[in-house]
């Protein structure tokens, strides 16, 4: 990755603990995800490839084994929140992007 | 028997055996051991499934036909030479010499030459038009002669005859007649009664057949015009298919001065030797125990005993059971054991169902302990269970008659396929026993069909054991993996019912606190909706609240079913399917306002199509301000409890079927259970509200009500079965409040009422005892938790639209109040529709 411009997404309090939301950044649809038992946060595209969906934001997070992943409401598609890849198809993968949080905001680098 | 290194063999035949053979042989060869094997084939194919020949017609083609391709014997090293048969054999010199002239040496020959049509010599069987129902290259002559063709014959009734004139109708031919000389079709598999149920099933598919008819003379100049029988009657046709029964091809065998049987068939003994001990017969050309073979089955078993001695084991080809189950043409054909055995040698129990096509037999000992044989037609389910019990010498119950007729009351009959011994043969083909399937599900791990397949081999041949081993499969799983499988996933090691008990008794409100407490890791797709739902069901607290929201499945994550495009649909409860006009121009209000595709929906309401995620709770707040409530359709909850009109207008109804439907719609609304839930209650008993395919129906007598539970629709149709008759309204909920919580206590996840039943040990009978006998002494419980339930319930739409703060996460986005950019729709009959799926 080259250069990263962090975007201001929205406040902790807009993301549900341990679930997503979605932020409207630049014309794109990133969703976010409060992973608050492990402390951690993820970004990814809200779209889920399988179908074109606008909806990962609002899919179960958890994990597999070690692998924090994110399950796509419509047909379960389920993608890893670290790599993207998606873990029940090889065909599918979606991109990933760093969060930082600071001062009860969240921020988004594309 | 020894084996030298490299050993030189030799097949004389690239049939199914003759293939089969070689993958033996191949399989079972030891380290040290090194055969050059090289194999002649009189077809133009490689080996293929000649079993399941008539499919050509049915569209498949060589190809799919192929046992394996030649790319399969040059990756094994076999040498193969197809369009060449062997024409000599010099048993001095131990060497072949083929059609082209190549001569191989060999140290064992293998002759696996199998079996031609047998052609009786009628007169003019060398006519145009007369063909035989054996190789593809046989059925492609007749697919393009039957082009020009309009009535056509086949002599032969047995299997592959009958196959052949259903294929002539197929082809498009305008009749397709059978002609058989014995009394009866499949005269070697099934007796008259058989026949005479076949005949019907077989007559009303268009052909037809025409028994005791012996055929004299084939007419017609060059090309047949048709058939003299020899009774003075004859037939127009213009086309004929031979299938009169099979000839072993022994005729290389005989020119090699090899013993051979006058009636054809080469002789051989129990190890498959043929009369020179360096040369086996196998397949449909050896005859073994003085009889031809003419099934897959004990070829693939005469291929494994010769394969088995040439690498040093020890094996020999015993008599083989003929049991057999076809589909033939749609209808289920099977015998086993001794079909035939009349009285007083045994006894015979007969069942015949004219309507429905049916025809059972079932020959029992003398003493009635043991199942000798018996016949099928028209329904052969039972087909595996008879064949064990008969071949295993199993001890009958009491009534034998219900190894056919089911068990009428009482218990099953049976204990079903896990009571088998272990070396009962469960995949004949391929020769694998219980005790094999067993050892690979439960020790190595091969739990699915596929898995099987591929390390045992099981169900690869004819497929029909496959019933068999997925009921071993569970079987084995439930008796030794126990919980491997039935465990919620990798957070939890419990089972459902498990972990619910351990819920109520730790008195756990939150998913966190349930994985905190009972599990591992973060949780996921699988465990997060379950542990919502028990929770639901134990406390049925809102929904949304504290962190049960983000462990919500995608419709209860907003209540309300996501559509194609990302909108979600929005049903109004409607009780019962009663609705007053002002509530009627509500919905219809709403659904112009928000601009909204309108739909009746099965369960007798009204389904409101394409809302954006940010409209649900205005949506809402108007639809309860009339007066409506949350209908659950995207719950595994209480759906809807459809009702006929009855009595109040029906002039059939016997009770007021709308009034008690909309009573125990609101007593079990919002109720979360396993799977959904749907209910209906019809006035009479014509039953207009089709309460009988409902997880639990309801319907009208003279002297009160009957309840019926455990129907489903859906993919898997089943009717509900009785539980109580007659009996009144406040007994009637009793009953369904005690049925409810044993099925929310009980059931695997995702399960529907009529699956649980259908896996409950005892079935309905027990299902009965526990909950209107009260076996287990649980109903007061049962009723108390019901009740607990029924008195919290809140509308949890109302409690949104209340709540600020649930409030705020129906938003496309958290940062923009804006609404999803990408979701577009189509018109269509002046509604809309969602685009479709890219």
Same mark, same amino acid.
């Given at each position: 990755?080259?250069?990263?411009?962090?975007?201001?997404?929205?406040?902790?309090?807009?993301?549900?603990?341990?679930?997503?939301?979605?932020?409207?950044?630049?014309?794109?649809?990133?969703?976010?995800?409060?992973?608050?038992?492990?402390?951690?946060?993820?970004?990814?595209?809200?779209?889920?490839?399988?179908?074109?969906?606008?909806?990962?934001?609002?899919?179960?997070?958890?994990?597999?084994?070690?692998?924090?992943?994110?399950?796509?409401?419509?047909?379960?598609?389920?993608?890893?929140?670290?790599?993207?890849?998606?873990?029940?198809?090889?065909?599918?993968?979606?991109?990933?992007?760093?969060?930082?949080?600071?001062?009860?905001?969240?921020?988004?680098?594309? | 028997?020894?084996?030298?290194?490299?050993?030189?063999?030799?097949?004389?035949?690239?049939?199914?055996?003759?293939?089969?053979?070689?993958?033996?042989?191949?399989?079972? +060869?030891?380290?040290?051991? !090194? *055969?050059?094997?090289?194999?002649?084939?009189?077809?133009?194919?490689?080996?293929?499934?000649?079993?399941?020949?008539?499919? *050509?017609?049915? $569209?498949?083609?060589?190809?799919?036909?192929?046992?394996?391709?030649?790319?399969?014997?040059?990756? /094994?090293?076999?040498?193969?030479?197809?369009?060449?048969?062997?024409?000599?054999?010099?048993?001095?010199?131990?060497?072949?010499?083929?059609?082209?002239?190549?001569?191989?040496?060999?140290?064992?020959?293998?002759?696996?030459?199998?079996?031609?049509?047998?052609?009786?010599?009628?007169?003019?069987?060398?006519?145009?038009?007369?063909?035989?129902?054996?190789?593809?290259?046989?059925?492609?002559?007749?697919?393009?002669?039957?082009?020009?063709?309009?009535?056509?014959?086949?002599?032969?009734?047995?299997?592959?005859?009958?196959?052949?004139?259903?294929?002539?109708?197929?082809?498009?031919?305008?009749?397709?007649?059978?002609?058989? @000389?014995?009394?009866?079709?499949?005269?070697?598999?099934?007796?008259?009664?058989?026949?005479?149920?076949?005949?019907?099933?077989?007559?009303?598919?268009?052909?037809?057949?025409?028994?005791?008819?012996?055929?004299?003379?084939?007419?017609?100049?060059?090309?047949?015009?048709?058939?003299?029988?020899?009774?003075?009657?004859?037939?127009?046709?213009?086309?004929?298919?031979?299938?009169?029964?099979?000839?072993?091809?022994?005729?290389?065998?005989?020119?090699?001065?090899?013993?051979?049987?006058?009636?054809?068939?080469?002789?051989? /003994?129990?190890?498959?030797?043929?009369?020179?001990?360096?040369?086996?017969?196998?397949?449909?050309?050896?005859?073994?125990?003085?009889?031809?073979?003419?099934?897959?089955?004990?070829?693939?078993?005469?291929?494994?005993?010769?394969?088995?001695?040439?690498?040093?084991?020890?094996?020999?080809?015993?008599?083989?059971?003929?049991?057999?189950?076809? %589909?033939?043409?749609?209808?289920?054909?099977?015998?086993?054991?001794?079909?035939?055995?009349?009285?007083?040698?045994?006894?015979?129990?007969?069942?015949?169902?004219?309507?429905?096509?049916?025809?059972?037999?079932?020959?029992?000992?003398?003493?009635?302990?043991?199942?000798?044989?018996?016949?099928?037609?028209?329904?052969?389910?039972?087909?595996?269970?008879?064949?064990?019990?008969?071949?295993?010498?199993?001890?009958?119950?009491?009534?034998?008659?219900?190894?056919?007729?089911?068990?009428? $009351?009482?218990?099953?009959? $049976?204990?079903?396929?896990?009571?088998?011994?272990?070396?009962?043969?469960?995949?004949?083909?391929?020769?694998?026993?219980?005790?094999?399937?067993?050892?690979?599900?439960?020790?190595?791990?091969?739990?699915?069909?596929?898995?099987?397949?591929?390390?045992?081999?099981?169900?690869?041949?004819?497929?029909?054991?496959?019933?068999?081993?997925?009921?071993?499969?569970?079987?084995?799983?439930?008796?030794?993996?126990?919980?491997?499988? /039935?465990?919620?996933?990798?957070?939890?090691?419990?089972?459902?019912?498990?972990?619910?008990?351990?819920?109520?008794?730790?008195?756990?409100?939150?998913?966190?606190?349930?994985?905190?407490?009972?599990?591992?890791?973060?949780?996921?797709?699988?465990?997060?909706?379950?542990?919502?739902?028990?929770?639901?069901?134990?406390?049925?607290?809102?929904?949304?609240?504290?962190?049960?929201?983000?462990?919500?499945?995608?419709?209860?994550?907003?209540?309300?079913?996501?559509? %194609?495009?990302?909108?979600?649909?929005?049903?109004?409860?409607?009780?019962?399917?009663?609705?007053?006009?002002?509530?009627?121009?509500?919905?219809?209000?709403?659904?112009?306002?928000?601009?909204?595709?309108?739909?009746?929906?099965?369960?007798?309401?009204?389904?409101?199509?394409?809302?954006?995620?940010?409209?649900?709770?205005?949506?809402?707040?108007?639809?309860?301000?009339?007066?409506?409530?949350?209908?659950?359709?995207?719950?595994?909850?209480?759906?809807?409890?459809?009702?006929?009109?009855?009595?109040?207008?029906?002039?059939?109804?016997?009770?007021?079927?709308?009034?008690?439907?909309?009573?125990?719609?609101?007593?079990? %609304?919002?109720?979360?259970?396993?799977?959904?839930?749907?209910?209906?209650?019809?006035?009479?008993?014509?039953?207009?509200?089709?309460?009988?395919?409902?997880?639990?129906?309801?319907?009208?007598?003279?002297? $009160?009500?009957?309840?019926?539970?455990?129907? /489903?629709?859906?993919?898997?149709?089943?009717?509900?079965?009785?539980?109580?008759?007659?009996?009144? +309204?406040?007994?009637?909920?009793?009953?369904?409040?005690? @049925?409810?919580?044993?099925?929310? %206590?009980?059931?695997?996840?995702?399960?529907?009422?009529?699956?649980?039943?259908?896996?409950?040990?005892?079935?309905?009978?027990?299902?009965?005892?526990?909950?209107?006998?009260?076996?287990?002494?649980?109903?007061?419980?049962?009723?108390? !938790?019901?009740?607990?339930?029924?008195?919290?319930?809140?509308?949890?739409?109302?409690?949104?639209?209340?709540?600020?703060?649930?409030?705020?996460?129906?938003?496309?986005?958290?940062?923009?109040?804006?609404?999803?950019?990408?979701?577009?729709?189509?018109?269509?009959?002046?509604?809309?529709?969602?685009?479709?799926?890219?």
């Amino acid at each position: 990755m080259n250069k990263v411009t962090w975007h201001m997404a929205c406040y902790v309090d807009d993301i549900p603990e341990d679930g997503g939301g979605c932020a409207f950044i630049g014309g794109k649809q990133i969703a976010i995800y409060n992973f608050a038992r492990r402390g951690e946060w993820y970004a990814t595209d809200n779209q889920c490839p399988h179908r074109q969906q606008m909806a990962l934001s609002r899919g179960m997070i958890g994990s597999h084994g070690e692998e924090p992943k994110v399950a796509c409401p419509f047909h379960k598609k389920t993608f890893s929140l670290q790599t993207g890849q998606c873990l029940n198809d090889d065909e599918y993968r979606i991109n990933t992007f760093p969060v930082m949080v600071k001062e009860n905001r969240v921020y988004i680098g594309l | 028997m020894k084996a030298v290194s490299n050993t030189r063999i030799v097949v004389v035949g690239n049939g199914m055996v003759g293939y089969k053979f070689c993958e033996k042989l191949l399989s079972r +060869k030891k380290d040290g051991q !090194d *055969f050059t094997i090289t194999v002649f084939g009189e077809e133009p194919r490689a080996a293929y499934d000649r079993v399941h020949l008539s499919e *050509f017609f049915a $569209g498949k083609t060589a190809d799919d036909l192929s046992m394996a391709g030649v790319e399969w014997y040059a990756e /094994n090293g076999i040498r193969l030479f197809l369009s060449d048969p062997v024409v000599d054999i010099d048993r001095e010199e131990k060497l072949v010499r083929s059609h082209h002239g190549h001569i191989v040496y060999y140290d064992y020959l293998i002759m696996a030459t199998g079996s031609g049509a047998f052609v009786p010599s009628i007169p003019g069987v060398e006519k145009d038009g007369v063909f035989v129902y054996r190789t593809i290259e046989d059925l492609e002559l007749i697919q393009s002669y039957a082009k020009k063709a309009r009535k056509g014959a086949v002599i032969g009734g047995g299997l592959l005859g009958l196959e052949a004139a259903k294929a002539l109708l197929d082809l498009g031919l305008e009749e397709a007649h059978v002609v058989e @000389f014995a009394p009866r079709l499949m005269p070697r598999q099934i007796d008259e009664a058989g026949s005479r149920m076949l005949q019907s099933q077989l007559e009303s598919l268009g052909l037809q057949i025409h028994l005791s008819k012996s055929t004299q003379e084939i007419k017609g100049e060059d090309r047949i015009e048709g058939m003299q029988f020899a009774d003075n009657s004859s037939l127009d046709v213009d086309m004929l298919v031979i299938s009169a029964g099979i000839r072993p091809r022994d005729e290389v065998a005989k020119i090699a001065g090899l013993e051979t049987h006058p009636r054809g068939g080469i002789v051989v /003994n129990n190890q498959l030797q043929t009369s020179d001990p360096f040369i086996f017969a196998i397949g449909e050309c050896a005859l073994a125990h003085h009889m031809i073979y003419g099934l897959i089955a004990p070829g693939y078993e005469m291929a494994d005993v010769v394969a088995t001695m040439l690498t040093g084991g020890e094996k020999e080809f015993l008599p083989y059971d003929m049991s057999t189950k076809l %589909k033939l043409i749609g209808t289920d054909v099977a015998s086993f054991g001794d079909p035939f055995v009349e009285e007083p040698a045994c006894r015979t129990i007969r069942y015949e169902n004219k309507a429905k096509g049916i025809y059972k037999r079932i020959n029992v000992s003398t003493d009635g302990k043991t199942l000798l044989g018996g016949i099928l037609v028209g329904e052969a389910e039972q087909y595996n269970m008879l064949l064990q019990t008969c071949k295993n010498k199993t001890i009958l119950p009491p009534d034998s008659e219900d190894l056919i007729l089911g068990s009428r $009351g009482g218990e099953e009959a $049976g204990a079903g396929v896990m009571s088998l011994p272990d070396d009962a043969l469960i995949c004949s083909c391929e020769a694998v026993t219980k005790g094999m399937i067993c050892h690979e599900v439960g020790e190595n791990g091969h739990h699915t069909v596929d898995a099987l397949k591929k390390c045992c081999k099981a169900g690869t041949g004819c497929g029909g054991c496959i019933p068999m081993v997925k009921d071993l499969i569970a079987g084995v799983m439930k008796e030794k993996g126990v919980y491997v499988r /039935n465990v919620v996933c990798e957070h939890f090691d419990y089972s459902r019912q498990e972990l619910l008990d351990l819920v109520k008794m730790n008195g756990l409100r939150t998913y966190g606190a349930v994985l905190d407490h009972h599990g591992k890791g973060d949780g996921c797709e699988v465990c997060k909706p379950l542990v919502a739902s028990l929770l639901a069901s134990l406390w049925n607290e809102n929904i949304l609240e504290k962190d049960r929201a983000v462990a919500q499945d995608s419709n209860d994550r907003y209540l309300a079913n996501i559509q %194609k495009g990302g909108t979600y649909s929005v049903v109004p409860r409607i009780p019962g399917g009663e609705i007053t006009p002002e509530k009627l121009i509500v919905i219809g209000q709403v659904a112009q306002k928000y601009n909204l595709y309108t739909k009746i929906t099965g369960g007798q309401r009204i389904d409101l199509f394409g809302a954006h995620l940010g409209d649900l709770p205005e949506i809402w707040e108007e639809l309860i301000n009339a007066g409506f409530e949350s209908g659950h359709a995207y719950g595994k909850s209480l759906r809807t409890v459809k009702s006929c009109v009855g009595s109040t207008w029906c002039r059939f109804g016997v009770q007021d079927s709308v009034s008690f439907a909309i009573e125990v719609e609101d007593r079990y %609304k919002g109720l979360r259970s396993p799977h959904k839930l749907k209910s209906a209650v019809s006035g009479c008993v014509r039953e207009c509200a089709e309460a009988q395919s409902k997880d639990f129906g309801i319907i009208a007598t003279e002297k $009160g009500w009957n309840l019926f539970v455990c129907g /489903n629709g859906g993919a898997k149709p089943q009717h509900a079965q009785l539980l109580a008759s007659d009996v009144d +309204k406040e007994t009637c909920l009793r009953l369904i409040d005690r @049925f409810l919580m044993f099925y929310i %206590k009980t059931a695997d996840p995702l399960t529907r009422t009529a699956t649980w039943l259908n896996k409950m040990e005892g079935g309905m009978n027990y299902l009965k005892a526990v909950v209107v006998d009260d076996v287990l002494g649980i109903a007061e419980e049962l009723e108390r !938790d019901m009740q607990n339930l029924i008195d919290v319930y809140k509308c949890e739409w109302r409690e949104v639209v209340e709540s600020p703060e649930l409030r705020k996460r129906f938003t496309h986005f958290v940062n923009t109040p804006i609404k999803d950019p990408s979701i577009t729709f189509a018109d269509m009959r002046e509604q809309k529709r969602a685009t479709e799926w890219a």
